[in-house]
């Protein structure tokens, strides 16, 4: 169709003069023929343009048919899979079109348009297939989490209600059990509901605060549960006190809480618990090293996925989610920094990170 446009165009251009010129010439003969040449032109310009205009519309058709398929919002795979079919029938209508006009640049050009758009489409679809293949995995390992503790709840409140209730002996460790688990269940939903808000893209309030005070107050905080295994928590910071970092306090907070309690969970009793922190360049960086169980080698590139666990029913046990290390690497990601870890099987294990100073 852009063809013939063109082409219309330089018919008008060069057949212009050719009609004015004629019309004179019989205009100086006789006034009846110029009235029969004027109409006759006009009539036959006036089919060719509605010929034209027929097949423009056909075409605009094709273009806001095709523009308002892919404007709709893509959720599902299959809308994706609608897109590319709509974008494959185009150009099979424009190759088509293109049989007629074998040398038009602009048709050339709108398939290379659509071959553009149909990689793109692919790409998305891929990305959706994989993104649903995760959510589904999610929800399940979501369900599969909460159906341990809910369970244990329902076992003790059964026994109690069964009569259990009235026998002091056991009463209060169904009621403790119970207890436990509803615990373990809330820190569940806590930390379902941090991941999905740092996924959400959670806004930070970042400033500037002293990164020793930070971790001596978590500490202190946390020495109950150190404790109670005997731990021996020290601090070793190399930076001053006055040092400090960029970044959201709170949410830091919430790293170093998870990054300790892991090194609790899993050091044995009288075991040691290091932090440090020192300096290098413009960055501070801060370690917590543990002389625990150790991680093994082939399982360290995945501790950091969503309810990933090296020894499954053991950190179940111990009441974590599987979601601690994941909550971490998407604070620090947030904040434009990442974690690494090392790790001996059997020995111990050392996490540490940067935050700008
Ligand atoms: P969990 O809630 O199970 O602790 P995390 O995401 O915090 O989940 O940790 C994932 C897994 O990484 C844990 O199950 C544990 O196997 C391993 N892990 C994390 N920190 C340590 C550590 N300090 N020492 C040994 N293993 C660890």
């Known amino acids: 169709m852009i063809n013939k446009i063109s082409y219309g165009y330089k018919l008008i251009l060069f057949s212009l003069p050719v009609f004015i010129t004629t019309a004179l010439i019989i205009y100086t003969i006789s006034y009846t023929a110029f009235v029969v040449y004027a109409v006759s032109v006009f009539l036959i310009s006036l089919i060719i343009f509605l010929i034209t205009r027929r097949d423009f519309i056909r075409l605009s058709d094709i273009f806001q048919d095709t523009s308002y398929k892919l404007n709709e919002s893509a959720e599902e795979t299959e809308d994706y899979e609608e897109k590319i079919q709509t974008v494959i029938d185009i150009t099979d209508r424009f190759t088509e079109i293109r049989k007629n006009f074998s040398h038009n640049k602009d048709i050339d050009s709108i398939l290379r348009s659509t071959q553009d758009i149909l990689s793109k489409l692919h790409n998305e679809l891929n990305t959706a297939k994989v993104f649903k293949v995760n959510r589904n995995e999610f929800l399940g390992n979501v369900a599969h989490e909460m159906r341990t503790p809910i369970f244990a709840i329902q076992l003790s409140l059964e026994t109690l209600v069964d009569g259990a209730i009235h026998d002091d002996n056991v009463n209060m460790d169904f009621l403790n059990k119970a207890f436990n688990q509803s615990n373990r269940l809330k820190n569940l939903v806590d930390d379902l509901i941090n991941i999905s808000r740092l996924e959400a893209g959670m806004k930070l309030s970042k400033r500037y605060f002293s990164i020793n005070g930070l971790i ?91 309810f990933y666990r090296v020894d499954k029913n053991r950190s179940r046990d111990m009441g974590g989610s599987g979601l601690g290390l994941s909550i971490v690497k998407h604070i620090l990601e947030l904040h434009g920094t990442s974690i690494t870890v090392e790790s001996v099987y059997g020995k111990g294990t050392k996490f540490e990170f940067s935050l700008p100073s």
């Open 216 to 306: 001596t107050e978590t500490i202190n905080e946390l020495t109950g549960i150190a404790k109670k295994k005997h731990l021996n928590v020290c601090f070793e910071p190399v930076i001053k006190d006055s040092t400090l970092v960029f970044g959201d306090s709170e949410r830091i907070k919430q790293v170093l809480i998870n990054l300790i309690d892991n090194s609790v969970k899993h050091t044995p009793e009288r075991g040691n618990i290091k932090l440090a922190t020192r300096k290098e360049d413009k960055n501070v960086f801060i370690s917590i090293e543990d002389t625990g169980a150790g991680i093994p080698e082939e399982d360290l590139p995945r501790i950091f996925e969503r």
